[in-house]
């Protein structure tokens, strides 16, 4: 570690395909991490430094899992310093793939869960939607199986759209705040786990291009990711 420097990323001009395997996810710190409960392609995308802890020079990789397709791109470099700063070790991963606005986030235990909601707020207000997910929060707090059962029944209704825009940065850390809640958070993970057992089980067997990921290998990819996360596993 550089002691006399902040954490700063230094993205590629072209990110690299990788494959899962080829990450030791042993050595893979989270930094930032979302995923979309959706029933029928729930999905979790998480960006991280890849290294040993004795080295300041790490290769920063983005991993995207869905039952069935997953892809893992090394995206930049992090030179990792005394301090962490928003502005330098966070902000350059906003603009990499990562989907709608994520209800279940992952809290690097590398900073202080207060921080980790100032990150997020910024996360958040950067994503292209989040008014329709915060409405929904506020309408069903700690409850993402009603939340989603009800987009799910609206959605069914003859000339429904969803109506949806962009967080400003108050909205933006409300919503962060209400996720990061420990039981909220729980829940949301119950939800995206219960959803990808849920959309595997959807999908007849003979229109699978390729074996989906079981609910086992996620929940093995889970527990490594807790190793450097807050996750209610």
Excluded at 99 to 122: N, Q, T
Aim: hydrophobic share 40%; proline share 6%; net charge neutral.
């Amino acid at each position: 570690m550089d002691n006399n420097n902040d954490t700063r990323i230094v993205m590629h001009q072209a990110p690299i395909a990788k494959s899962l395997q080829s990450i030791n996810l042993k050595d893979f710190h989270v930094m930032l991490g979302g995923g979309i409960v959706n029933p029928f392609g729930p999905t979790l995308t998480v960006a991280g430094f890849v290294g040993v802890r004795e080295s300041d020079e790490f290769s920063v990789v983005q991993i995207m899992l869905n039952p069935f397709s997953q892809w893992v791109k090394e995206v930049g470099t992090a030179f990792v310093g005394k301090l962490c700063t928003l502005e330098s070790g966070f902000e350059p991963l906003f603009g990499l793939e990562w989907g709608s606005c994520p209800s279940v986030l992952l809290s690097p235990k590398a900073i202080k869960p207060d921080y980790a909601v100032e990150v997020y707020s910024r996360f958040l207000a950067t994503m292209g939607n989040g008014q329709h997910l915060l409405e929904g929060v506020r309408n069903f707090p700690g409850d993402p199986f009603k939340r989603i059962g009800s987009d799910m029944e609206s959605m069914g209704k003859k000339g429904f759209s969803i109506q949806d825009g962009k967080l400003d940065l108050a909205d933006a850390k409300e919503l962060a705040s209400k996720l990061l809640e420990p039981e909220a958070n729980e829940q949301e993970m119950k939800a995206l786990i219960g959803a990808w057992d849920g959309a595997i089980r959807f999908k007849k067997q003979g229109l699978f291009s390729r074996k989906p990921m079981s609910v086992k290998e996620f929940l093995g990819l889970l527990a490594e990711f807790s190793l450097t996360c807050r996750l209610p596993l």
